[in-house]
């Protein structure tokens, strides 16, 4: 009797990527491993192995299984991503016996710091004013979708399904690994697949019309995690270029819907991020209104919890019920089958999320604690900047109606969380919780919390 084949988690690493990405290819082909194995002079216990993420292939073993396959070069140009995470994987061998091993180990333990041109990328500012005149470009667009011509027919340099299925399967990955160790250990390897096989796509003829369309709206994926990661390591002026770059291709792509998202909830959120609750609260208003005919009930609960968010940070507590009963209302509605992919997140957690820290902002402490509860309560223990940052915002809010204890308590666990990535907002949330107790310093419980966040996190330490 067979055996049922190893449960394969794509996102989990590289070398388990790579593996779901074999095996894919090759049951697609209709071979076994063991055909395969003899197809390219490889033992099929080889092909198990790597298959199932035991061993990491040679160059040797990679390009046989091209060739056999017929998969144009897909494999291949996994390589590069592999190739560091067996490096990362050789650095971390020592550490694996001093309880550092596991998916941390295969990341760099610190944030990559940026150099040269790419440091003074990072460091230009937002800038709110070109915002309105990127949401009139996106409102006015005209409709249909502006494509290469397909180029030639049975081409190699064509972009068909099979190439958007493994792009798919790397940004899953990408995310799944940004949502557990933040930008800092992810965004290197998140730019050097978008400057490789992304672009490489980008710059080929796609083989329909469909097939274009999915392209572009799978590359506004990626230049919205870049944005995403930009914002995590604190370069926001490089996080609007990405974002805005994410805008175009769903202009490209003829995708109003997943332009109104980035409009206001990753456009929008940025604005707030950095201070500009009125450049977000246009952003916001523009998605709904453009975005309205096309809106699923996910989509539009999403768009209308930014609303509701911005005219909080603005103080117009009526306004922004308002906003987050509606957002409610179209929540119930929705059916995750029937939402788009790169919604289905937003779900009763999320909102809970997002009206907690409606509430933050209008100074309602008890409102934001019993909302944080329901979100925390839903979290996945791999989301762990989420975590990190709901948790202290719970420190916060006890904080301020005077329950000291609890709220160092609390902290702390937010500091643990936070730990274990390397988010820049987590680290800016810790040094906030830090500020909300300051006027509590000469209490024990606090000046213990400052001692435990100078051995755990130093760098958020004041």
């Known amino acids: 009797m067979g055996q049922t084949p190893r449960m394969l988690q794509p996102s989990l690493s590289e070398r388990h990527f790579f593996g779901a990405e074999l095996r894919r290819l090759r049951e697609r082909a209709n071979l076994s491993q063991a055909r395969l194995g003899a197809m390219i002079r490889f033992s099929a216990d080889l092909v198990r192995r790597v298959e199932t993420a035991d061993r990491f292939p040679s160059r040797e073993f990679v390009e046989a299984c091209d060739k056999a396959l017929a998969t144009g ?20 061998t020592a550490s694996s016996a001093t309880g550092c091993g596991g998916l941390s180990g295969l990341l760099s333990d610190r944030p990559v710091e940026p150099s040269g041109l790419a440091e003074m990328v ?3 500012p937002f800038q709110p004013g070109v915002l309105d005149r990127a949401a009139l470009d996106w409102l006015n667009a005209p409709a249909g979708p502006r494509l290469s011509a397909a180029g030639r027919s049975g081409s190699p340099d064509q972009v068909d399904e099979e190439d958007l299925q493994s792009a798919e399967t790397a940004l899953a990955m990408f995310r799944q690994l940004d949502h557990t160790h933040g930008a800092g250990r992810v965004h290197a390897q998140v730019q050097r697949y978008v400057e490789g096989e992304l672009n490489r796509l980008l710059a080929n003829t796609p083989t329909s019309e469909a097939v274009g369309r999915h392209l572009y709206t799978l590359a506004a994926g990626f230049f919205e995690l870049c944005g995403y990661q930009a914002v995590d390591t604190g370069a926001h002026g490089l996080a609007q270029r990405r974002y805005l770059r994410a805008l175009r291709l769903t202009e490209a792509a003829d995708d109003r819907l997943y332009g109104s998202y980035l409009l206001a909830v990753n456009i929008g959120h940025l604005a707030l991020h950095c201070g500009h609750p009125e450049p977000a609260r246009r952003m916001a208003l523009t998605a709904v209104r453009g975005g309205e005919t096309q809106a699923t009930p996910a989509v539009a609960a999403a768009l209308h919890a930014v609303v509701a968010r911005t005219h909080a940070r603005l103080g117009l ?28 997140y937003f779900d009763a957690a999320y909102l809970a999320d997002e009206i907690a820290h409606c509430f933050h902002d209008l100074g309602r402490p008890q409102q934001t604690q019993r909302h944080l509860g329901d979100a925390l309560t839903a979290l996945s223990p791999t989301h762990v900047r989420r975590l990190a940052l709901d948790t202290a ?55 213990e919390f400052g001692e435990y966040v100078r051995h755990r996190l130093p760098l958020a330490a004041v």
């Not at 507590?317 to 289905?344: G, M, V």
């Not at 160092?408 to 919780?433: F, G, Y």
């Open 393 to 447: 915002l719970l420190a916060s809010s006890l904080a301020a109606v005077g329950r000291i204890d609890e709220a160092c308590a609390t902290a702390r666990q937010a500091v643990d969380h936070a730990a274990r990535t390397t988010s820049h907002r987590c680290l800016q949330r810790i040094v906030e919780v830090q500020a909300d107790l300051d006027p509590y310093r000469c209490e024990p419980e606090v000046r």
């Open 317 to 344: 507590e009526s306004d922004c019920l308002s906003h987050l009963d509606i957002a409610e209302r179209q929540l119930a509605r929705s059916k995750p089958e029937d939402e788009p992919p790169w919604i289905r």
């Open 122 to 124: 990072a460091r230009v």
């Open 73 to 92: 070069g897909s494999l291949m140009r996994l390589l590069p991503l592999l190739d560091k995470n067996r490096t990362s994987e050789g650095r971390q």
